[in-house]
């Protein structure tokens, strides 16, 4: 892949889950990232050091290792294991945060397998973040004040390079899943016009953190 081509890659940052989706030589590629994050140097409350769980072995596939700018962290599945997992539950979470950006490195670097890349991005977000307008446009430009520029991060030891060319950060988490089911890898409505008019049911509300 050259530095000229653009992807265009979705991430939804959920509660419990980031999801991510890129099209790629015409089929749609996802990867589901569990939403836990904490400080690599940082031990757990009943004393056990990052060294001595994994010598212990108590989880089956360690979390990933993310370093940014000479801050470590580990992202993803058994984290608690590991370390003390960073817990927010805030609207601000979505806009920008260490352990955000921390996650958004590990799915991203999965969803494009490191290296140079450009990138377009469209960010899926819970209805009751955007429900509001003036609420939806701040969150929008606190994370492309972040997001849009060039990222220097590595994930298990390889780096990446990614320029995020753009955000659309308003859409809500219905509507990108109503696109995933209608549109194909070329943006194309696929359902008919009759399912563009049909009513849609929408169950929303709040899960804990796991």
């Not at 940082?42 to 370093?67: E, I, M, N, Y």
Request: proline letters at 4%.
């Amino acid at each position: 892949m050259t530095i000229s081509e653009l992807d265009f890659v979705g991430w939804d940052p959920g509660y419990g889950a980031n999801k991510f989706a890129r099209v790629y030589n015409g089929e749609l590629v996802t990867y589901v990232l569990t939403s836990a994050v904490g400080e690599a140097n940082r031990s757990k409350k009943d004393g056990l050091t990052l060294g001595g769980v994994v010598r212990s072995q108590r989880a089956g596939r360690r979390p990933f290792h993310v370093t940014v700018s000479d801050v470590e962290f580990l992202v993803g599945p058994h984290v608690s294991h590991y370390t003390e997992p960073i817990e927010r539950m805030d609207f601000n979470r979505f806009t920008d945060s260490p352990e955000l950006r921390a996650t958004f490195y590990a799915g991203i670097y999965h969803i494009i397998n490191g290296g140079v890349h450009r990138v377009a991005l469209a960010v899926a977000l819970p209805v009751e973040v955007v429900q509001d307008k003036a609420e939806a446009i701040r969150v929008e430009r606190g994370i492309r004040d972040w997001l849009v520029g060039e990222h220097v991060f590595s994930v298990d030891g390889v780096e990446t390079v990614l320029t995020v060319t753009n955000v659309r950060a308003k859409i809500p988490q219905p509507v990108a899943t109503w696109f995933d089911w209608g549109m194909d890898t070329q943006g194309q409505w696929v359902k008919g016009k009759v399912s563009q008019r049909a009513p849609a049911l929408i169950i929303t509300g709040h899960q804990g953190h796991q």
